[in-house]
């Protein structure tokens, strides 16, 4: 909903932050047809955006996600050690993201991924792992 003009439009997403802002919010750029020039620049807008659910996926801690390069990864924390499992982002929201593992049976349900730490940490890395009361 155009608040300037009290009508109803389309509009296509050209662009969608790879990563959160600040707040926790991600930066969505769009684009809607405005032929008669009656849309003016800085005019608020009411979006609704189509819900997509996605199958087979985890669900990790947006934070866990680490961006490598041009790889994503998190980290699992197995036996004491960190082990890197390179993921595909599925969909993200500012505390969840969804991911599938590159490599099938990487990671699975349960696992142990690590939130605090992780942006230094490299693969086979020797961890501690200090228990948080929820």
Do not use: C, Y
């Not at 490599?103 to 961890?127: F, K, W």
């Amino acid at each position: 909903m155009i608040s300037q003009l009290e009508k109803e439009g389309k509009a296509t997403i050209t662009n969608v932050a790879e990563t959160a802002g600040e707040t926790g919010t991600f930066e969505v750029q769009a684009e809607i047809d405005n032929i008669k020039q009656n849309i003016l620049a800085g005019v608020s807008a009411e979006v609704l955006l189509e819900k997509i659910i996605a199958e087979n996926v985890l669900i990790v801690p947006t934070e866990a996600v680490v961006d490598r390069g041009e790889d994503r990864v998190v980290f699992v924390a197995k036996e004491g050690k960190a082990t890197q499992v390179a993921v595909e982002v599925i969909g993200m929201q500012s505390k969840q993201t969804a991911v599938k593992p590159k490599e099938e049976g990487a990671l699975s349900e349960g696992d142990q991924i690590v939130v605090r730490g992780q942006l230094t940490l490299s693969d086979g890395q020797d961890i501690s792992i200090n228990e948080e009361a929820e």
